[in-house]
């Protein structure tokens, strides 16, 4: 049984990347896999503030308390990393940033990560607003030497239910289904 990590970085409550992340979860086979979803704004994760005290430590604890423990205990077992988020001036939001900033703890050679999938919305209607956040992410697989198992984009979704009947809800449960 292959154990799938979800963070869900909006801030925006059953919004457009809520949506396209529960399409994703539907195709996903749940007596094939295990899923653990977090949600970044249910949690509370400070930012990193390079003191490097994870690295001198023989376990790799961060010198900050609070809830990124979790996350380090469930990312520990996981074989795939999904990432659903929105982007805001051309990036993900702050509180998943926090997150993302804070695997940089060497803890992260324990994980037996695989696979690597990003979902993302915005409300622009050009695709380039997602060049940082895919160079980010292309960045990502190279450096952990991981597998692409997807990366979607959704364009034109501003406001709460904007997302409903887009065509990308199918394609994210293909997405789920192919794992």
Same mark, same amino acid.
């Given at each position: 049984?292959?154990?799938?990590?979800?963070? %869900?970085?909006?801030?925006?409550?059953? @919004?457009?990347?809520?949506?396209?992340?529960?399409?994703?979860?539907?195709?996903?086979?749940?007596?094939?896999?295990?899923?653990?979803?977090?949600?970044?704004?249910?949690?509370?994760?400070? &930012?990193?503030?390079?003191?490097?005290?994870? +690295?001198?430590?023989?376990?790799?604890?961060?010198?900050?308390?609070?809830?990124?423990?979790?996350?380090?205990?469930?990312?520990?077992?996981?074989?795939?990393? %999904?990432?659903?988020?929105?982007?805001?001036? +051309?990036?993900?939001? $702050?509180?998943?940033?926090?997150?993302?900033? /804070?695997?940089?703890?060497?803890?992260? &050679?324990? *994980?037996?990560?695989?696979?690597? %999938?990003?979902?993302?919305?915005?409300?622009?209607?050009?695709?380039? %607003? *997602?060049?940082?956040?895919?160079?980010?992410? /292309?960045?990502?697989?190279? +450096?952990?030497?991981?597998?692409?198992? @997807?990366?979607?984009?959704?364009? @034109?979704? $501003?406001?709460?239910?904007?997302?409903?009947?887009?065509?990308?809800?199918?394609?994210?449960?293909?997405?789920?289904?192919?794992?």
């Amino acid at each position: 049984m292959a154990k799938i990590v979800m963070l %869900v970085g909006s801030p925006r409550k059953h @919004g457009n990347t809520d949506t396209l992340a529960h399409a994703f979860l539907e195709g996903i086979d749940q007596k094939k896999n295990s899923i653990a979803v977090i949600s970044i704004p249910d949690i509370k994760v400070k &930012g990193c503030v390079g003191c490097n005290y994870c +690295y001198r430590d023989a376990e790799h604890r961060c010198a900050l308390q609070d809830d990124m423990q979790q996350i380090y205990q469930e990312l520990s077992a996981a074989e795939v990393l %999904v990432v659903a988020t929105p982007i805001y001036f +051309y990036g993900i939001p $702050s509180q998943l940033k926090a997150v993302i900033d /804070r695997l940089h703890n060497p803890i992260r &050679g324990t *994980f037996r990560l695989k696979k690597l %999938v990003l979902l993302a919305v915005c409300a622009d209607e050009t695709q380039e %607003v *997602f060049d940082s956040v895919k160079a980010m992410y /292309r960045s990502t697989l190279r +450096y952990f030497s991981l597998e692409n198992a @997807g990366c979607l984009t959704v364009t @034109g979704v $501003s406001e709460k239910g904007d997302i409903a009947g887009n065509p990308a809800l199918e394609e994210a449960r293909r997405l789920g289904v192919s794992l």
